[in-house]
């Protein structure tokens, strides 16, 4: 375990403060080759078993294409330890003060020439949560940097009330993105965080966050990403159903599922 999770407060501490936090490594470059290669597998014989509606390819048609995988915990029981019984887990439980519920894990990935921008957004604005106390882990895969689309974070966003004004993208994954996002502020409070295999960020619900599209035309920009709930946080299930029955039709209409 990293030193920087010995020392509790001063994880949650910033996190407090920045919205965000950072750790590199979290995990060693042994571990990050197995992970690696438990990745390959469950692409290879869990992935076809899937529900096509958790299943995003940047084309449809290229299989080598595959952009996104959801609620992957639910289909396999390393990937199930690594949600629930992981030093994620302990980390989003440091900086949210509480226990927490595990949600969703997803693997993004930007293939080389065609990797997509992802959108300025606040995960919150998809969550329906109140209060909306939740966090969302990243761990790169490989390593990233701003060619092959590295997260940016806006400092200390999520510190404002409410949520800023989003809108349909049309982008896979990320349906809804901030309308008025740029201002002064926005740029003047944003951070680039470029990092080795292994790195891992965890940011509030609340902070704003984007990343580039990859632009290298030999390097694809893969990570695992962990959506955990605070306890106290509620789900206005109705809205949420209605968003992800609207989502799910949306994805049908466009053959992106």
């Excluded at 692409?43 to 996104?68: C, G, H, N, T, W």
């Excluded at 159903?241 to 992106?256: C, F, I, M, N, V």
């Amino acid at each position: 375990m990293p030193a920087t999770l010995e020392n509790h407060e001063q994880m949650a501490a910033s996190f407090k403060n920045d919205g965000y936090l950072a750790i590199e490594p979290l995990y060693s470059e042994s571990e990050m080759l197995a992970l690696n290669g438990e990745i390959r597998r469950f692409i290879q014989d869990v992935v076809p078993r899937m529900p096509a509606e958790r299943v995003y390819y940047e084309e449809k048609s290229d299989r080598s294409s595959l952009k996104q995988l959801q609620k992957m915990f639910e289909y396999d029981s390393y990937f199930k330890d690594l949600m629930l019984n992981g030093a994620v887990r302990r980390i989003a439980e440091i900086v949210l003060g509480e226990k927490v519920v595990p949600v969703n894990m997803q693997y993004f990935n930007k293939p080389a020439g065609i990797g997509k921008p992802t959108p300025p957004h606040q995960d919150g604005y998809y969550f329906h949560l109140k209060p909306c106390r939740a966090v969302t882990g990243w761990l790169a895969l490989e390593d990233v940097d701003e060619e092959n689309g590295c997260i940016h974070y806006v400092c200390g966003s999520h510190k404002v009330e409410g949520f800023r004004d989003h809108g349909q993208t049309g982008v896979l994954g990320f349906s809804q993105g901030m309308t008025d996002f740029g201002t002064q502020e926005d740029k003047r409070q944003s951070i680039s965080l470029p990092g080795s295999a292994g790195t891992f960020l965890m940011h509030d619900a609340k902070t704003i966050h984007w990343a580039g599209a990859n632009k290298s035309k030999t390097r694809s920009r893969r990570a695992l990403g962990f959506i955990y709930y605070a306890e106290s946080a509620k789900l206005d299930a109705e809205a949420k159903e209605a968003y992800q029955l609207g989502l799910d039709a949306k994805l049908r209409s466009t053959g992106a599922v």
